[in-house]
Nanobody, 123 residues
Framework: VQLQASGGGLVQAGDSLRLSCAAS????????VGWFRQAPGKEREYVAG????????NYGDSVKGRFTISRDNAKNTVYLQMTSLKFEDTAVYSC?????????????????WGQGTQVTVSS
């Protein structure tokens, strides 16, 4: 399974971005998908996760109320809508396919990882 994250870019604080995570196969229609991010010098951080059918979503504390995760299994794609972006949201964002059908906040709960997309928020 190959995953491709896209949609990153350079934005100003307060702006919005939508990231996409496209899978090469329909493998992840039965699996949770998560978004993680990593800023320079910092550990990888859980951003959001969604269950196989979209019925369960959860978020890291730092993005609750600002980010929304969704998925379209017919398109093999998961989205991360980011609003009210802050400077501290600057990071490389990566998506991953989970081992289970419900999202886990630990990166050990994910088996396939895609290359990330850079999000840079200027203050």
């Amino acid at each position: 399974v190959q995953l491709q994250a896209s949609g990153g870019g350079l934005v100003q604080a307060g702006d919005s971005l939508r990231l996409s995570c496209a899978a090469s196969k329909r493998t992840f229609s039965n699996n949770a998908v998560g978004w993680f991010r990593q800023a320079p010098g910092k550990e990888r951080e859980y951003v959001a996760g969604i269950s196989w059918n979209g019925g369960i979503t959860n978020y890291g504390d730092s993005v609750k109320g600002r980010f929304t995760i969704s998925r379209d299994n017919a398109k093999n794609t998961v989205y991360l809508q980011m609003t009210s972006l802050k400077f501290e949201d600057t990071a490389v964002y990566s998506c991953a396919v989970g081992l289970r059908s419900v999202p886990q906040s630990s990166s050990s709960g994910y088996i396939y990882w895609g290359q990330g997309t850079q999000v840079t928020v200027s203050s």
